[in-house]
C-alpha cells in the first residue's frame, strides 16, 4: 500500500499542526478527502478530516495505528468508505469483515465511543457493481446495530434515480466522485443524526 505514502504524511503534518484536540473525526476515503467545507461546517465540534484519496476500508484498517497515534481520545468517529474496496474485487463479506476490524481498533484505542458508518453510495461509474453495493451495506447495517453507540447512515437510496439507477445529478462528470448537490444530500444525512452531533453543530448546516 505504498501508493498511500504522501497522503499518510499529509494526515500526519496535519495532525501534528493541530492546535487542539479533535472531537469529531471524519476517516475515510475521497467522498471525505474532497469535502472542502467539512470542517468549516462542522468547527464548532473541533472536527478534523482524515480521508485520503483512493483510500479502502482494508486501507483504513491497515493505517489507523499510524493515523491515529497522536490523535487523543474524540468523541465521534464517522467513517466513509467500501466502495473501493468492492471496485478492486474484494466481496461484500471481505469488505464488512475489514469495516469490523476497524471498529475493534476504534474501540481498543478509545473505549466505547461514537461511531457512525455512512453507506457506500451508488454510483454511474459503478453501476454493475450496485447489486454488492446494496448487499454490503445491509451487512454493515447489521454490524453497526451490534452497539448502542455505532450508528448507520443509509444515503444509497436517496441517490437513486425513479428507475432505481444511480442519477447522474449528483455526480462529477467522472460518474464517481459527488458534487455539490451530492454533498448536499450527504449533509442533510447528517443533519438527521441528532442523537451524533449536538443541536449548535446541526444549525449551521
Given at each position: 500500500?505504498?501508493?498511500?505514502?504522501?497522503?499518510?504524511?499529509?494526515?500526519?503534518?496535519?495532525?501534528?499542526?493541530?492546535?487542539?484536540?479533535?472531537?469529531?473525526?471524519?476517516?475515510?476515503?475521497?467522498?471525505?478527502?474532497?469535502?472542502?467545507?467539512?470542517?468549516?461546517?462542522?468547527?464548532?465540534?473541533?472536527?478534523?478530516?482524515?480521508?485520503?484519496?483512493?483510500?479502502?476500508?482494508?486501507?483504513?484498517?491497515?493505517?489507523?495505528?499510524?493515523?491515529?497515534?497522536?490523535?487523543?481520545?474524540?468523541?465521534?468517529?464517522?467513517?466513509?468508505?467500501?466502495?473501493?474496496?468492492?471496485?478492486?474485487?474484494?466481496?461484500?463479506?471481505?469488505?464488512?469483515?475489514?469495516?469490523?476490524?476497524?471498529?475493534?481498533?476504534?474501540?481498543?484505542?478509545?473505549?466505547?465511543?461514537?461511531?457512525t458508518c455512512i453507506s457506500i453510495k451508488p454510483s454511474i461509474a459503478r453501476r454493475h457493481l450496485q447489486e454488492s453495493i446494496h448487499y454490503t451495506n445491509a451487512c454493515i447495517k447489521s454490524l453497526m446495530h451490534t452497539n448502542e453507540n455505532f450508528f448507520y447512515i443509509n444515503i444509497f437510496n436517496d441517490l437513486l434515480d425513479e428507475e432505481g439507477n444511480p442519477d447522474e445529478k449528483y455526480f462529477e462528470e467522472d460518474g464517481l466522485h459527488f458534487n455539490a448537490e451530492g454533498y448536499k444530500v450527504l449533509l442533510e444525512a447528517l443533519q438527521k443524526k441528532t442523537d451524533i452531533f449536538p443541536e449548535k453543530v446541526l444549525q449551521r448546516i
Amino acid at each position: 500500500m505504498f501508493w498511500f505514502h504522501d497522503d499518510l504524511l499529509r494526515l500526519e503534518n496535519k495532525i501534528q499542526n493541530l492546535e487542539f484536540n479533535p472531537k469529531l473525526v471524519f476517516y475515510g476515503s475521497s467522498t471525505f478527502t474532497l469535502w472542502d467545507e467539512i470542517e468549516t461546517i462542522f468547527e464548532d465540534y473541533n472536527p478534523i478530516n482524515l480521508g485520503f484519496g483512493g483510500s479502502t476500508l482494508a486501507a483504513c484498517t491497515w493505517f489507523f495505528d499510524r493515523v491515529f497515534k497522536n490523535i487523543k481520545k474524540p468523541e465521534s468517529i464517522v467513517i466513509y468508505a467500501g466502495d473501493n474496496d468492492l471496485g478492486d474485487g474484494r466481496h461484500p463479506e471481505e469488505t464488512v469483515l475489514f469495516l469490523e476490524n476497524l471498529l475493534a481498533k476504534i474501540r481498543a484505542k478509545y473505549g466505547n465511543i461514537k461511531c457512525t458508518c455512512i453507506s457506500i453510495k451508488p454510483s454511474i461509474a459503478r453501476r454493475h457493481l450496485q447489486e454488492s453495493i446494496h448487499y454490503t451495506n445491509a451487512c454493515i447495517k447489521s454490524l453497526m446495530h451490534t452497539n448502542e453507540n455505532f450508528f448507520y447512515i443509509n444515503i444509497f437510496n436517496d441517490l437513486l434515480d425513479e428507475e432505481g439507477n444511480p442519477d447522474e445529478k449528483y455526480f462529477e462528470e467522472d460518474g464517481l466522485h459527488f458534487n455539490a448537490e451530492g454533498y448536499k444530500v450527504l449533509l442533510e444525512a447528517l443533519q438527521k443524526k441528532t442523537d451524533i452531533f449536538p443541536e449548535k453543530v446541526l444549525q449551521r448546516i
